[in-house]
C-alpha cells in the first residue's frame, strides 16, 4: 500500500484492493519508522472465529496483545513468542467475555462521588484536561489541552491543529499525544 520508491500511499494499490476504504486510508497519517510494506495476510471467505471458547471478536484482544507486547519488547526489551502472543490474546478475551456477563446486581448506594469534582485533589497533583474536536468531512481536528494545579490555577495550556486525522477517537489521542510532549518539554 506504500510506495517503496516515494515512501508515500499507492493510490493504484488501494484503488485496485480496496477501492471502498481510499479516502479512509488516505487520511491515515504515515509512519515515520521506515519499515518494509507488505500484504501479510489476506481475508478468506471461511474464515472462522478462533478459539471457539470465546465469544467475542478475538482481533481487538490481538491486536492489544500484539501493542503491549512490542511495547515491552521496545522498552523491557522481553520478547514473546507468536504463541505467547496468540495464547495472551485469548485469556484477555476470555477474561472480558466472563466479566461481561450480565449479572443480578445488589442494590446499594455508591460509596465514592459521582462527579470527579467532588473529588478533593491535593495541591501538590497536576492534572492534564485534553479536549479535541474533529471534522469528517476535511480530516482536520483541533486540539487543546491545560494543565490545572490542586488550586485550581491553570498552570500551562496549548492548543494546535492537525489535518488527516481518521477519526474523533484518534483526534482526542493526538490532543492527550500533544499534551503529554508540552508537559515533557516544559
Known amino acids: 500500500m506504500i510506495s517503496h520508491t516515494t515512501k508515500e500511499w499507492n493510490v493504484e494499490a488501494i484503488r485496485l484492493l480496496l477501492p471502498h476504504h481510499e479516502a479512509q486510508i488516505l487520511k491515515l497519517p504515515l509512519s515515520s519508522m521506515a519499515m518494509e510494506d507488505e500484504i501479510v ?4 471467505k471461511n474464515i472462522i472465529n478462533l478459539p471457539p471458547c470465546v465469544s467475542v471478536p478475538l482481533y481487538p484482544w490481538l491486536l492489544w496483545s500484539l501493542w503491549t507486547s512490542r511495547n515491552q519488547y521496545l522498552f523491557e526489551d522481553k520478547m514473546f513468542t507468536e504463541n505467547e502472543v496468540l495464547v495472551r ?6 477474561e472480558w467475555q466472563e466479566a461481561n456477563l450480565p449479572k443480578a446486581l ?4 455508591p460509596t465514592l462521588p459521582l462527579h470527579p469534582t467532588d473529588l ?3 495541591p501538590s497533583v497536576i492534572q492534564c484536561f ?3 474536536a474533529w471534522d469528517k468531512e476535511s480530516g482536520n481536528s483541533g486540539l487543546g489541552w491545560c494543565f490545572q494545579g490542586g488550586s485550581a490555577t491553570i498552570c500551562k495550556q496549548g492548543s494546535a491543529h492537525r ?5 474523533a477517537l484518534a483526534a482526542e489521542a493526538w490532543a492527550l499525544k500533544k499534551a503529554l510532549k508540552d508537559a515533557i518539554a516544559s
Do not use: K, Q
Not at 106 to 109: G, L, V
Open 120 to 122: 478533593a485533589v491535593s
Open 163 to 167: 489535518p488527516f486525522v481518521a477519526s
Open 41 to 44: 495476510w489476506l481475508p478468506e
Open 130 to 132: 485534553s479536549d479535541a
Open 89 to 94: 490474546a485469548t485469556r484477555l478475551a476470555r
Open 106 to 109: 445488589p442494590n446499594r448506594t
